[in-house]
Protein backbone atom coordinates (compact mmCIF):
# COMPACT_ATOMS: atom_id res chain seq x y z
CA UNK A 1 0.00 0.00 0.00
CA UNK A 2 2.85 2.48 0.63
CA UNK A 3 4.42 1.90 -2.51
CA UNK A 4 1.43 2.67 -4.19
CA UNK A 5 0.70 5.32 -2.52
CA UNK A 6 4.44 6.66 -3.10
CA UNK A 7 3.76 5.96 -7.12
CA UNK A 8 3.32 9.15 -8.77
CA UNK A 9 0.32 10.07 -10.53
CA UNK A 10 2.83 11.06 -13.85
CA UNK A 11 4.54 8.04 -13.95
CA UNK A 12 1.82 5.41 -13.84
CA UNK A 13 1.37 3.48 -17.13
CA UNK A 14 -2.06 4.18 -17.51
CA UNK A 15 -1.57 7.79 -17.09
CA UNK A 16 1.12 7.56 -20.06
CA UNK A 17 -0.70 5.88 -21.59
CA UNK A 18 -3.81 8.26 -21.67
CA UNK A 19 -1.85 10.94 -22.40
CA UNK A 20 -0.28 9.00 -25.60
CA UNK A 21 -3.54 8.35 -26.93
CA UNK A 22 -5.00 12.22 -26.62
CA UNK A 23 -1.28 13.42 -28.60
CA UNK A 24 -2.14 10.81 -31.05
CA UNK A 25 -5.31 11.61 -31.67
CA UNK A 26 -4.05 15.44 -32.43
CA UNK A 27 -5.72 16.80 -28.43
CA UNK A 28 -2.50 18.17 -27.44
CA UNK A 29 -4.31 20.43 -24.77
CA UNK A 30 -6.18 17.93 -23.38
CA UNK A 31 -3.26 16.09 -22.87
CA UNK A 32 -1.19 18.97 -21.16
CA UNK A 33 -4.43 19.70 -18.75
CA UNK A 34 -4.26 15.91 -17.87
CA UNK A 35 -0.61 16.31 -17.32
CA UNK A 36 -0.70 19.35 -14.97
CA UNK A 37 -3.86 18.30 -12.95
CA UNK A 38 -2.04 14.71 -12.23
CA UNK A 39 1.37 17.17 -11.47
CA UNK A 40 -0.93 19.11 -8.71
CA UNK A 41 -2.16 16.09 -7.40
CA UNK A 42 1.78 14.30 -7.22
CA UNK A 43 2.50 17.65 -5.42
CA UNK A 44 -0.03 17.81 -2.93
CA UNK A 45 1.50 14.53 -1.27
CA UNK A 46 4.89 15.57 -1.74
CA UNK A 47 3.89 18.56 0.50
CA UNK A 48 1.58 16.19 3.06
CA UNK A 49 4.78 14.48 3.80
CA UNK A 50 6.22 17.38 4.19
CA UNK A 51 4.38 18.33 6.97
CA UNK A 52 4.15 14.66 8.68
CA UNK A 53 8.03 15.09 8.72
CA UNK A 54 7.83 18.35 10.65
CA UNK A 55 4.98 17.58 12.74
CA UNK A 56 6.93 14.13 13.61
CA UNK A 57 10.01 16.84 14.13
CA UNK A 58 7.56 19.04 16.63
CA UNK A 59 6.72 15.97 18.59
CA UNK A 60 10.18 14.80 19.85
CA UNK A 61 11.31 18.76 20.22
CA UNK A 62 8.31 18.58 23.03
CA UNK A 63 9.23 15.12 24.00
CA UNK A 64 12.74 16.45 24.72
CA UNK A 65 12.11 19.39 26.71
CA UNK A 66 13.32 20.08 30.37
CA UNK A 67 11.13 19.03 33.32
CA UNK A 68 9.20 21.81 35.26
CA UNK A 69 5.94 22.61 36.30
CA UNK A 70 5.77 25.62 33.96
CA UNK A 71 6.95 23.24 30.89
CA UNK A 72 5.35 20.39 31.74
CA UNK A 73 1.80 22.26 31.28
CA UNK A 74 3.16 23.90 28.45
CA UNK A 75 3.74 20.38 27.21
CA UNK A 76 0.30 19.30 27.28
CA UNK A 77 -0.96 21.99 25.65
CA UNK A 78 1.81 22.24 22.80
CA UNK A 79 1.11 18.14 22.13
CA UNK A 80 -2.73 18.67 21.85
CA UNK A 81 -2.01 20.84 19.37
CA UNK A 82 0.40 19.25 17.38
CA UNK A 83 -2.07 16.09 17.83
CA UNK A 84 -4.58 18.41 16.15
CA UNK A 85 -2.80 19.21 13.20
CA UNK A 86 -1.53 15.65 12.94
CA UNK A 87 -4.99 14.42 12.30
CA UNK A 88 -6.13 17.33 9.93
CA UNK A 89 -3.08 15.90 7.61
CA UNK A 90 -3.81 12.54 8.00
CA UNK A 91 -7.76 13.26 6.52
CA UNK A 92 -5.74 15.51 3.77
CA UNK A 93 -3.76 12.60 3.07
CA UNK A 94 -6.64 9.76 3.24
CA UNK A 95 -8.15 12.36 0.93
CA UNK A 96 -5.61 13.18 -2.05
CA UNK A 97 -4.85 9.14 -1.95
CA UNK A 98 -8.86 9.11 -3.07
CA UNK A 99 -8.30 11.33 -5.75
CA UNK A 100 -5.45 9.46 -6.76
CA UNK A 101 -7.53 6.25 -7.04
CA UNK A 102 -10.32 7.95 -8.80
CA UNK A 103 -7.98 9.40 -10.89
CA UNK A 104 -6.22 6.37 -12.17
CA UNK A 105 -9.58 5.00 -12.18
CA UNK A 106 -11.18 7.35 -14.95
CA UNK A 107 -7.72 7.16 -17.12
CA UNK A 108 -8.20 2.92 -17.33
CA UNK A 109 -11.95 3.19 -18.21
CA UNK A 110 -11.30 6.14 -20.51
CA UNK A 111 -8.00 4.28 -22.35
CA UNK A 112 -10.22 1.22 -22.40
CA UNK A 113 -12.45 2.76 -24.63
CA UNK A 114 -10.66 4.43 -26.77
CA UNK A 115 -8.87 1.06 -27.82
CA UNK A 116 -12.45 -0.03 -28.98
CA UNK A 117 -14.42 2.95 -30.01
CA UNK A 118 -11.67 5.12 -31.41
CA UNK A 119 -11.08 9.16 -31.05
CA UNK A 120 -14.57 9.66 -29.64
CA UNK A 121 -13.73 8.12 -26.22
CA UNK A 122 -11.33 10.30 -25.62
CA UNK A 123 -14.02 13.00 -25.17
CA UNK A 124 -14.30 11.23 -21.43
CA UNK A 125 -11.32 12.99 -20.13
CA UNK A 126 -13.45 15.68 -19.50
CA UNK A 127 -14.91 12.75 -17.28
CA UNK A 128 -11.75 13.83 -14.57
CA UNK A 129 -13.96 17.07 -13.47
CA UNK A 130 -15.65 14.63 -11.16
CA UNK A 131 -12.85 14.57 -8.69
CA UNK A 132 -13.65 18.32 -8.60
CA UNK A 133 -15.89 17.96 -5.75
CA UNK A 134 -13.34 15.91 -3.71
CA UNK A 135 -11.04 18.85 -4.53
CA UNK A 136 -13.00 21.37 -3.27
CA UNK A 137 -13.25 19.40 0.09
CA UNK A 138 -9.54 18.91 0.65
CA UNK A 139 -9.26 22.86 -0.11
CA UNK A 140 -11.37 23.27 2.77
CA UNK A 141 -9.83 21.30 5.49
CA UNK A 142 -6.44 22.76 4.53
CA UNK A 143 -8.05 26.56 4.56
CA UNK A 144 -9.38 24.96 8.26
CA UNK A 145 -6.06 23.70 8.64
CA UNK A 146 -4.36 27.05 8.34
CA UNK A 147 -6.75 29.03 10.33
CA UNK A 148 -6.06 26.27 13.50
CA UNK A 149 -2.35 26.74 12.66
CA UNK A 150 -2.32 30.25 12.85
CA UNK A 151 -4.26 30.53 15.75
CA UNK A 152 -2.14 27.70 17.28
CA UNK A 153 0.99 29.71 16.08
CA UNK A 154 -0.39 32.81 18.14
CA UNK A 155 -0.74 30.86 21.29
CA UNK A 156 2.63 29.36 21.30
CA UNK A 157 4.49 33.02 20.51
CA UNK A 158 2.42 34.56 23.65
CA UNK A 159 3.34 31.29 25.85
CA UNK A 160 7.10 30.99 24.58
CA UNK A 161 7.63 35.64 24.78
CA UNK A 162 5.82 34.73 28.63
CA UNK A 163 8.54 31.85 29.68
CA UNK A 164 11.05 33.82 28.00
CA UNK A 165 10.04 37.20 29.97
CA UNK A 166 9.81 35.48 33.05
CA UNK A 167 13.58 34.15 32.44
CA UNK A 168 14.66 37.25 32.09
CA UNK A 169 12.75 38.66 35.06
CA UNK A 170 14.17 35.40 37.45
CA UNK A 171 17.65 36.18 35.90
CA UNK A 172 17.59 39.92 36.86
CA UNK A 173 16.08 39.12 40.35
CA UNK A 174 18.93 36.63 41.18
CA UNK A 175 21.55 39.40 39.69
CA UNK A 176 19.81 42.26 42.06
CA UNK A 177 20.16 39.71 45.39
CA UNK A 178 24.09 39.40 44.55
CA UNK A 179 24.54 43.16 43.81
CA UNK A 180 25.14 42.72 40.36
CA UNK A 181 23.67 45.29 37.50
CA UNK A 182 20.69 43.90 35.65
CA UNK A 183 20.68 43.06 31.79
CA UNK A 184 18.63 44.92 29.66
CA UNK A 185 17.48 42.28 27.42
CA UNK A 186 15.29 43.79 25.51
CA UNK A 187 18.79 45.27 23.24
CA UNK A 188 19.08 41.24 23.16
CA UNK A 189 17.65 38.95 20.73
CA UNK A 190 16.23 36.16 23.06
CA UNK A 191 14.71 32.83 21.70
CA UNK A 192 13.22 30.22 24.40
CA UNK A 193 13.31 26.43 23.59
CA UNK A 194 9.54 26.30 22.38
CA UNK A 195 10.52 28.55 19.35
CA UNK A 196 12.50 26.01 18.24
CA UNK A 197 10.59 23.00 19.25
CA UNK A 198 7.34 24.18 18.16
CA UNK A 199 6.58 27.33 16.65
CA UNK A 200 9.64 26.68 13.94
CA UNK A 201 7.57 23.72 12.74
CA UNK A 202 4.21 24.98 12.71
CA UNK A 203 5.56 27.49 10.90
CA UNK A 204 6.78 25.63 8.43
CA UNK A 205 3.75 23.54 8.47
CA UNK A 206 1.95 26.40 7.75
CA UNK A 207 3.85 27.67 4.99
CA UNK A 208 3.09 23.98 3.55
CA UNK A 209 -0.72 24.22 3.75
CA UNK A 210 -0.58 27.90 1.78
CA UNK A 211 1.46 26.21 -1.07
CA UNK A 212 -0.93 23.33 -1.08
CA UNK A 213 -4.22 25.96 -1.35
CA UNK A 214 -2.65 27.26 -4.31
CA UNK A 215 -2.07 23.99 -5.63
CA UNK A 216 -5.70 23.38 -5.05
CA UNK A 217 -7.16 26.52 -6.71
CA UNK A 218 -4.57 25.53 -9.76
CA UNK A 219 -5.63 21.65 -10.16
CA UNK A 220 -9.73 22.80 -9.47
CA UNK A 221 -8.96 25.74 -12.36
CA UNK A 222 -7.45 23.32 -14.87
CA UNK A 223 -9.88 20.92 -14.34
CA UNK A 224 -12.38 23.78 -15.92
CA UNK A 225 -9.94 23.94 -18.65
CA UNK A 226 -9.95 20.52 -19.29
CA UNK A 227 -13.68 20.72 -19.64
CA UNK A 228 -13.96 23.78 -21.79
CA UNK A 229 -11.30 22.15 -24.08
CA UNK A 230 -13.21 19.16 -24.69
CA UNK A 231 -16.07 21.44 -25.54
CA UNK A 232 -14.42 23.56 -27.69
CA UNK A 233 -12.74 20.42 -29.72
CA UNK A 234 -16.46 18.90 -30.08
CA UNK A 235 -17.93 22.12 -31.56
CA UNK A 236 -14.99 22.51 -33.98
CA UNK A 237 -15.27 18.14 -34.94
CA UNK A 238 -18.69 18.90 -35.46
CA UNK A 239 -18.42 21.75 -37.71
CA UNK A 240 -15.85 20.47 -39.98
CA UNK A 241 -17.90 17.14 -40.11
CA UNK A 242 -20.84 19.70 -41.34
CA UNK A 243 -18.53 21.75 -43.53
CA UNK A 244 -17.26 18.32 -45.33
CA UNK A 245 -20.59 17.34 -45.92
CA UNK A 246 -21.91 20.27 -47.35
CA UNK A 247 -18.73 20.23 -49.89
CA UNK A 248 -19.34 16.49 -50.68
CA UNK A 249 -22.85 17.67 -53.10
CA UNK A 250 -20.84 20.21 -54.84
CA UNK A 251 -18.03 17.95 -55.98
CA UNK A 252 -20.51 15.46 -57.35
CA UNK A 253 -21.90 18.41 -59.38
CA UNK A 254 -18.61 19.61 -60.56
CA UNK A 255 -16.73 16.68 -61.52
CA UNK A 256 -19.18 15.24 -64.36
CA UNK A 257 -18.34 19.02 -65.82
CA UNK A 258 -14.63 18.36 -65.58
CA UNK A 259 -15.56 15.47 -67.22
CA UNK A 260 -17.15 16.51 -70.02
CA UNK A 261 -15.44 19.49 -70.46
CA UNK A 262 -12.69 17.17 -71.02
CA UNK A 263 -13.96 14.64 -74.01
CA UNK A 264 -15.89 17.90 -75.67
CA UNK A 265 -13.81 18.61 -78.27
CA UNK A 266 -14.07 20.77 -81.61
CA UNK A 267 -13.46 19.25 -84.89
CA UNK A 268 -11.12 20.69 -87.18
CA UNK A 269 -13.80 20.55 -90.37
CA UNK A 270 -13.31 23.61 -92.79
CA UNK A 271 -16.75 24.97 -94.28
CA UNK A 272 -18.69 23.78 -97.50
CA UNK A 273 -17.66 26.83 -99.49
CA UNK A 274 -13.88 25.75 -98.29
CA UNK A 275 -14.07 22.28 -99.88
CA UNK A 276 -16.04 23.48 -102.99
CA UNK A 277 -13.23 25.96 -103.43
CA UNK A 278 -10.72 23.56 -103.76
CA UNK A 279 -13.07 21.29 -106.02
CA UNK A 280 -13.03 24.28 -108.55
CA UNK A 281 -9.73 25.13 -108.13
CA UNK A 282 -8.88 21.29 -109.53
CA UNK A 283 -11.72 21.32 -112.36
CA UNK A 284 -10.33 24.30 -113.33
CA UNK A 285 -6.79 22.94 -113.29
CA UNK A 286 -7.92 19.84 -114.58
CA UNK A 287 -9.92 21.83 -118.00
CA UNK A 288 -6.93 24.02 -118.67
CA UNK A 289 -4.65 20.46 -118.71
CA UNK A 290 -7.20 19.08 -121.14
CA UNK A 291 -7.34 22.47 -123.46
CA UNK A 292 -3.65 21.97 -123.79
CA UNK A 293 -3.52 18.63 -124.53
CA UNK A 294 -6.32 18.72 -127.53
CA UNK A 295 -4.37 21.88 -128.39
CA UNK A 296 -1.15 19.95 -128.84
CA UNK A 297 -3.01 16.76 -131.08
CA UNK A 298 -4.59 19.15 -133.08
CA UNK A 299 -1.03 21.17 -134.04
CA UNK A 300 0.15 17.97 -134.86
CA UNK A 301 -2.29 16.33 -137.36
CA UNK A 302 -1.88 19.39 -139.01
CA UNK A 303 2.42 19.16 -139.59
CA UNK A 304 1.62 15.27 -140.51
CA UNK A 305 -1.17 16.42 -143.36
CA UNK A 306 1.29 19.16 -144.58
CA UNK A 307 3.88 16.52 -145.05
Do not use: W
Request: charged share 35%.
Amino acid sequence: MDMEAGKTLTNEEVIRELLELLKKNAMKEQANDVFEICSYVDGLEKKIDSMTEELTNMQNQIKEMQEDTLVNNAKKALSEAQERLNVRCERIKSQVLEVKAQVKSTAKCIVDEAKAKGRAALYRVSEFLGIKKRLLDIRENVRGAIKTTDTDIAKTALLAKGFREAGQTAANAFRTFADKPEVDYSQKEQKHPLTKAVLTPMKAVRKLLVSMELHLDASIDKLDNLAMNVQIDKEKRVENTKSEKQNVPDRAEAEPERVNAEIVYTPMVAEAHEYQYNADAFEARGGADVKVGTAEKVSKVREDKAR
